[in-house]
Nanobody, 125 residues
Framework: VQLQASGGGLVQPGGSLRLSCAAS????????IGWFRQAPGKEREGISS????????NYRDSVKGRFTISRDNAKNTVYLQMDSLKPEDTAVYYC???????????????????WGQGTLVTVSS
C-alpha cells in the first residue's frame, strides 16, 4: 500500500492550497482517508476525514469552514482544499487510510493503518 501526499508549499496568510493524496495497492473504495498534520513540537492531530459510504466528512473544529475534503474514487485520490490559511496551519500534512467500515470517519491517528509521507505547508508572510 502506498499513499502519496503532495501539494504543500509556502503561502501567505489568507491564501489557499490544495493537497492531494494518491493511493495505490489497495481497494480504494473500501478505505476511509484522513488528513493529519504535525507542527514542530506538537503531537500529530487529525484534521479531516471522508468515509466511503454516504459521504460524512469530518473536520477538526479549527479548520471547519476553511478546509474541504473530497475524493475521486476513479483516480484513487483524496483532496484537501485549504482556504483562508493561517500561520497556525503551518505543519507537515499527512494522509492515511483506514478500513473500518463505510461509515467510519474518525480523526484519531491510531485508527489508521497506512500512512503516506508528509508534505510541508508553511503559512507565512
Amino acid at each position: 500500500v502506498q499513499l502519496q501526499a503532495s501539494g504543500g508549499g509556502l503561502v501567505q496568510p489568507g491564501g489557499s492550497l490544495r493537497l492531494s493524496c494518491a493511493a495505490s495497492g489497495l481497494t480504494f473504495g473500501d478505505y476511509t482517508i484522513g488528513w493529519f498534520r504535525q507542527a514542530p513540537g506538537k503531537e500529530r492531530e487529525g484534521i479531516s476525514s471522508l468515509n466511503t459510504g454516504i459521504p460524512r466528512p469530518n473536520y477538526r473544529d479549527s479548520v471547519k469552514g476553511r478546509f474541504t475534503i473530497s475524493r475521486d474514487n476513479a483516480k484513487n485520490t483524496v483532496y484537501l482544499q485549504m482556504d483562508s490559511l493561517k500561520p497556525e496551519d503551518t505543519a507537515v500534512y499527512y494522509c492515511a487510510a483506514a478500513n473500518l467500515g463505510s461509515e467510519f470517519n474518525g480523526l484519531a491517528p491510531s485508527w489508521y493503518a497506512y500512512w503516506g509521507q508528509g508534505t510541508l505547508v508553511t503559512v507565512s508572510s
